[in-house]
C-alpha cells in the first residue's frame, strides 16, 4: 500500500459561502438546514452572508446534515477561524498498521475473485490475486506504480478491448465519477475523469456490447481471459463512520462473479 498525500489549504472566502455552496449543491432550503441542525433559517441566513460567525459546533453540525465529505469539513473549519478536526494520516503510519492488516486480510480472503482497495482518485492501494489473474499481459508502462483503476479499465491498451460489453462499462464508470466529482468537488478527480473520457473506444472485438438484453440483477462487466468471457458483479464498501481523511477516502472494491462458469473457472486459476 501506499500512502495518500495531499492537503487543505483555508479560504479567503469565508465559511459562509462554502457553506452556501454545499446547501445549494445538496438542493436543501435554508429553513429545511434549519430545521435539521436545530436552528433558525435567519441564523441560517446570517451565517450565510457573514453577518454571524459560527461556532466550530454549528460548523460540524451542518457539515454533518449536508453530508459534507470529511476532507472538506476541514476546509469548513479553516474557512470559519479553527483548526482542521480530522487528521490525515499516511497509509504506511504505523497508527494504521491495523487497519491496513485488516483490509489486506479482506481481500486476500476474498480470492479465487478479484478485490482490491482503492484511494479517492481510484490509485490502486493493495490488490489481490484475482485481479493480479486479470491484468495478465497487461503492457508494463499502465503497471507501474502508481497504478491506476480506472486508467487501467479504459486505457485502449489496458482491459478495455478485452471488455465484451465496454460501451456500457464505460458509460456505468464515467457516470460513477461525476457523481464523485460533484460530491467531492475534486480537481484531481476531474483531471482524471477527463483523461480517461477521452480515451478512444476500441472498434469491434471485445469492443462490441452483446446482443440481446443482459440477464442479470446488475449491470455486469464482461471481460474476456484466455478465450472465456468472465462475467462480474463490482460492489464498492467504504468506512461508515470515518475520523480521518486518508480512511474516509479508502474503498474496497470486490468483483463478485455473475455466473457459474466464472466462479468454476476461477477457482480452478488458484487451486
Known sequence: MTALVSGTAPTAQGVGPLLRAWR???????????????????????????????????????????????RERNALLLAAGYAPRYPETPLDDPALDTLREGMERLIRGYEPYPALVVD?????????RGILTLLEGLPEHLLQPPVNAMRLTLHPEG??????????????????????IALHRSEPLRTLYEEVAAYPVPEGGAGEEPAGPVPYFALPMQIEHEGRTLSFISSISTFNTPM??????????????????TVKYLHSLLS
Open 24 to 70: 445549494e449543491r445538496r438542493r436543501v432550503s435554508q429553513l429545511e438546514l434549519a430545521l435539521r441542525a436545530d436552528s433558525s433559517a435567519r441564523h441560517i441566513s446570517f451565517v450565510e452572508t457573514g453577518r454571524s460567525r459560527p461556532s466550530e459546533e454549528m460548523v460540524l453540525r451542518l457539515a454533518e446534515h449536508l453530508e459534507v465529505p470529511v
Open 120 to 128: 479517492a482518485t481510484y490509485q490502486v492501494l493493495a490488490a489481490n
Open 159 to 180: 482491459l478495455a478491448p478485452r471488455i465484451r460489453n465496454l460501451r456500457e462499462w464505460r458509460g456505468h464508470l464515467l457516470e460513477q465519477m461525476r457523481r464523485q
Open 244 to 261: 480521518d481523511v486518508t480512511v474516509a477516502e479508502l474503498a474496497i472494491e470486490t468483483l463478485l462473479p455473475a455466473d457459474p462458469a
